[in-house]
């Protein structure tokens, strides 16, 4: 039963993500076969608007923009500014959850309000700091063409076009995130994570320190759950929001998939989960 009902949980999420993916990798492909010094200059200036722009786009209730920023990051695309503001607004399933539950319109303003304000805050702090560490120790920049690690992929060949390429990487990652979210889902399905959360989460100040920790399980059940422990009166405010500004679905999946640099992914997931943990318990002591 546990095994039916996780197929079909993860058959559906991974149709949901499957256009964004595509998506990325269309685009990715299209900048990197039709890239031209006018197309990198306007990317280059569109780069202060990232924050704001993923920040706002983030919050819409699908992971599929954070899969998306993940791949565009790793091409190079957009920065660790944007990306970030992407995975710190983002919010999966829990809007979702708050709708259908009556009496709640107040704490989805508030929350869809708040992520928005830490992910373009925290964005465009990581821009600015990014763009002072670049100045002072430059180093090679990422390409989009850095994506491609087969070099039989046909991602290359003269006349090959976009079209082939994108349709070969957006099965190739589709087929990884399937596996990985259906061993992970009945993983939790046999452990348990709801009655393993009511224990670890007690009401205190640290609260958000273990909300922000159970949101980085890349699966949609962790912000599921954590929305339900704060209809229930289980987690505070500011543990909801630290732990739904972790939970970035399966973007940091992606992150490690397809960005090389692993000290890079570590350090980003850090700093993700060191931002949430930071919003939450402010959040905490002042409400």
């Known amino acids: 039963m546990i095994f039916s009902d996780s197929l079909l949980d993860t058959t559906i999420d991974c149709l949901k993500m499957l256009p964004f993916l595509f ?60 990306l ?7 919010s999966d399933e829990a809007l979702v959850i708050l709708v259908s539950t009556a009496g709640h319109f107040g704490d989805i303003l508030r929350l869809i309000g708040v992520k928005i304000v830490i992910g373009i805050v925290a964005g465009y702090a990581v821009y600015l700091i990014s763009a002072l560490i670049r100045k002072r120790h430059p180093e090679k920049k990422k390409e989009i063409g850095d994506l491609c690690r087969d070099a039989k992929c046909g991602c290359h ?47 205190t100040v640290w609260q958000p320190v273990l909300a922000a920790l159970i949101g980085l399980i890349p699966n949609c059940g962790a912000s599921v759950v954590l929305t339900q422990l704060y209809l229930e009166g ?15 679905g399966l973007g940091l999946v992606m992150l490690f998939r397809m960005n090389r640099n692993r000290k890079e992914d570590i350090a980003i997931t850090l700093l993700l989960y060191g931002i949430s943990v930071l919003a939450g318990i402010l959040l905490q002591i002042l409400f």
């Open 234 to 248: 289980v987690i505070s405010f500011g543990s909801i929001v630290a732990g739904l500004c972790s939970a970035a």
């Open 23 to 82: 998506l990325a990798f269309l685009l990715l492909e299209a900048l990197e076969h039709h890239s031209s010094e006018k197309m990198n200059s306007l990317l280059l200036k569109a780069g202060s608007f990232g924050p704001l722009i993923g920040g706002l786009l983030g919050c819409i209730p699908q992971c599929g923009f954070s899969i998306m920023a993940s791949d565009l990051y790793a091409g190079g695309v957009i920065s660790l500014g944007t």
């Open 84 to 90: 970030l503001a992407v995975f710190l607004s983002t």
């Open 157 to 203: 060949e003269e006349g090959g076009g976009i079209l082939k390429p994108a349709l070969k990487h957006t099965l190739q990652v589709f087929l990884f995130l399937f596996l990985f979210t259906f061993v992970l889902d009945v993983l939790l399905s046999l452990i348990g994570i709801a009655s393993l959360s009511r224990i670890m989460l007690a009401d």
